[in-house]
T-cell receptor, first 112, second 114 residues
């Protein structure tokens, strides 16, 4: 069990630029989740996949956000035309159904 | 609309004493509850869970109690140790429904004083 891996750990970008984050889940886990966490708050659900199918997207996820999980393995989260309000920790987690989430260490995004 | 609430942002406890962290929820569909611990610069790590068919689950120094009628759960840590100092998140989900995602509370920062 190598754990959930997220890259990069930190990303600083200028407002208006596009960014992409990658998540590699635990290999046998078929569910993959993306959460966002801001200071003083708990993780907020963004979206999740079962295998390659995206089952749900939060209303928090505007049209500028898109997530993919090709072939049901790794996942990417892209934010287009970043805004300062997008600055947050983006957390990925994987799991099997009816089991606890296993989180990665996150990607901290700073939009200047 | 915050469905999982942790009304104490912070808690300080002396080493060796009991830490009690509280959590309330509003969605009666929730049937699975979890506690996560988070250290700075790391992702949350799973601590303990409880299904709604139980009212208590114990794992070493950690015990979770569930009161369904009050929509309330608590995490007891005894004895508390300095290494327990972290942010604790309560989380809930409604398994097997269309509401299957895990919803987190805002967290309680626990400080265990040596």
């Amino acid at each position: 069990d190598t754990g959930v891996s997220q890259n990069p750990r930190h990303k600083i970008t200028k407002r208006g630029q596009n960014v992409t984050f990658r998540c590699d889940p635990i290999s046998e886990h078929n569910r993959l989740y993306w959460y966002r966490q801001t200071l003083g708050q708990g993780p907020e659900f963004l979206t999740y996949f079962q295998n390659e199918a995206q089952l749900e997207k939060s209303r928090l996820l505007s049209d500028r956000f898109s997530a993919e999980r090709p072939k049901g393995s790794f996942s990417t989260l892209e934010i287009q035309r970043t805004e300062q309000g997008d600055s947050a920790m983006y957390l990925c987690a994987s799991t099997l159904p009816n089991s606890p989430l296993h989180f990665g260490n996150g990607t901290r995004l700073t939009v200047t | 609309d915050q469905q999982v609430k942790q009304n104490s942002p912070s808690l300080s406890v002396q080493e060796g004493r009991i830490s009690i962290l509280n959590c309330d929820y509003t969605n009666s569909m929730f049937d699975y509850f979890l506690w996560y611990k988070k250290y700075p610069a790391e992702g949350p790590t799973f601590l303990i869970s409880i299904s709604s068919i139980k009212d208590k689950n114990e794992d070493g120094r950690f015990t979770v109690f569930l009161n369904k009628s009050a929509k309330h759960l608590s995490l007891h840590i005894v004895p508390s140790q300095p290494g327990d100092s972290a942010v604790y998140f309560c989380a809930a989900s409604a398994r097997g429904t269309s509401y299957d995602k895990v919803i987190f509370g805002p967290g309680t920062s626990l400080s265990v004083i040596p």
